[in-house]
């Protein structure tokens, strides 16, 4: 059930793709669409009900990465605009992440079993400790999800 929300919201996330790949502008979006409109920031605070200087605190937050999502939606709102908010991945879809933090779990533990074997001179074969990391990458994606991030 996990995986296919996860394939579903991955599917979601597709159209921010290139979104997340676009940079701030040098002077942030609020003031890059408020010039681009070509509305002073007296008249975006007029349209926002605050003062003038809060639009230029607005703006500077927004720059600092100390902006809340409700000031840029006043914002937007304020500029006949909508404000988009999406955490995407950085790479390929959240199944991606999952099975590579899943591997990563899966790796550390056939080491620490291999080290273990090592100590005790019963050191696993290539194929064995192969087989041991598929058993315990099926396990880890077939049991709860939450397991994978707890190491």
Not at 81 to 108: F, M, S, T
Request: proline share 3%.
């Amino acid at each position: 059930m996990k995986k296919l929300a996860r394939k579903q919201i991955s599917e979601q996330l597709k159209p921010f793709r290139n979104a997340a790949l676009q940079h701030q502008p040098k002077r942030g979006w609020v003031r890059r669409i408020r010039e681009a409109l070509g509305m002073s920031s007296t008249q975006l605070a007029q349209r926002m009900n605050v003062s003038q200087p809060r639009i230029n605190e607005l703006e500077t937050a927004e720059l600092k990465d100390a902006v809340t999502l409700r000031a840029l939606r006043n914002a937007a709102h304020a500029m006949n605009c909508e404000l988009v908010y999406a955490i995407v991945p950085k790479e390929g879809a959240l199944e991606d992440i999952y099975l590579e933090q899943a591997k990563k779990i899966a790796r550390k533990r056939t080491e620490e079993l291999q080290h273990t074997m090592t100590l005790e001179k019963q050191a696993l074969s290539k194929k064995a400790l192969e087989e041991q990391y598929q058993d315990i990458l099926d396990d880890l994606l077939h049991g709860s999800p939450r397991h994978i991030w707890e190491e």
